[in-house]
């Protein structure tokens, strides 16, 4: 099970974390990713990483804004946004895919087999 929180409302310029809390699963053995989704837009690939943090993955748009991070200890994920932009605006969800291989990660929804219910952010003045 992957529940996500941390969303809300936030102006331009603003920052949040999200949190995806993982269980049920033997978390280290799955990388992580966020996607997102607007109204009337497909599903995008936001960031990842890998099972030990050791690799991260990042869509251009958010490079240098977005940070994805882990704390195995805790089956948590975070993904700190700074300087939000309208947009930014859509429901992030957070996904697992088990992997055996310490650095693997993927930027394909369809090689993420669990999904959370996603969390809305919204950017707006």
């Known amino acids: 099970q992957l529940v996500e929180s941390g969303g809300g409302l936030v102006e331009p310029g603003g920052s949040l974390r999200l949190s995806c809390a993982v269980s049920?699963?033997?978390?280290?053995?799955?990388?992580i990713g966020w996607f997102r989704q607007a109204p009337g837009k497909e599903r995008e690939f936001v960031a990842a990483?890998?099972?030990?943090?050791?690799?991260?993955l990042y869509q251009d748009s958010v490079k240098g804004r977005f940070t994805i991070s882990r704390v195995n200890a805790l089956n948590t994920v975070y993904l700190q946004m700074n300087s939000l932009k309208v947009e930014d605006t859509a429901v992030y969800s957070c996904?697992?895919?088990?992997?055996?291989?310490?650095?693997?990660?993927?930027?394909?929804?369809?090689?993420?087999?669990?999904w959370g219910q996603g969390t809305q952010v919204t950017v707006s003045t």
């Open positions: 996904a697992a895919r088990w992997t055996n291989l310490y650095s693997d990660t993927s930027t394909a929804p369809t090689e993420y087999g669990y």
């Open positions: 049920g699963v033997s978390f280290d053995k799955y990388a």
């Open positions: 990483i890998s099972r030990i943090g050791g690799r991260t």
